[in-house]
């Protein structure tokens, strides 16, 4: 947790270190996990109950450590489709910019009416 917080403190504010750092925790969370799990298996095998008792509470902990730190990137990151790399989510106004409503060029505007027009003269069958 301590070398969470001295990664952040080293950025000096630099966006890109802070993020790197963000998934660098998230994943030695992860690989904490999968390891306390592990712990935990091997104690229930050789039946030592205690050692499986705290190993699961250390488990749970450690899940409960990682989804607080997945919540928190999710809402500092609203519109990251969750992966790193940038990706389809990262270009989401530039692929739909023409979805996007806003100014009509006059132009524009008379070639809508024109087709506007166009279209309405002729009934439907």
């Given at each position: 947790m301590s070398g969470h917080g001295?990664?952040?403190?080293?950025a000096q504010g630099?966006?890109?270190r802070i993020e790197?750092?963000?998934?660098?925790?998230?994943?030695?969370i992860q690989t904490f996990l999968v390891v306390v799990l592990v712990v935990?298996?091997?104690?229930?095998?050789?039946?030592?109950p205690?050692?499986?008792?705290?190993?699961?509470?250390?488990?749970?902990?450690?899940?409960v450590v990682l989804t607080a730190a997945q919540h928190s990137w999710d809402r500092s990151h609203p519109d990251s489709t969750g992966?790193?790399?940038?990706?389809?989510?990262?270009?989401?106004?530039e692929n739909n910019a023409f979805?996007?409503?806003?100014?009509?060029?006059?132009?524009?505007a008379q070639d809508a009416r024109r087709?506007?027009?166009?279209?309405?003269?002729h009934p439907r069958p």
């Open positions: 001295l990664d952040i403190w080293a630099d966006l890109g790197t750092a963000d998934l660098a925790h998230m994943a030695r935990a298996l091997l104690a229930l095998v050789s039946r030592a205690w050692t499986v008792l705290s190993q699961v509470l250390l488990a749970i902990l450690a899940g992966s790193v790399s940038e990706g389809a989510g990262s270009r989401h106004r979805r996007m409503p806003g100014e009509m060029s006059p132009a524009s087709d506007a027009d166009r279209v309405g003269r």
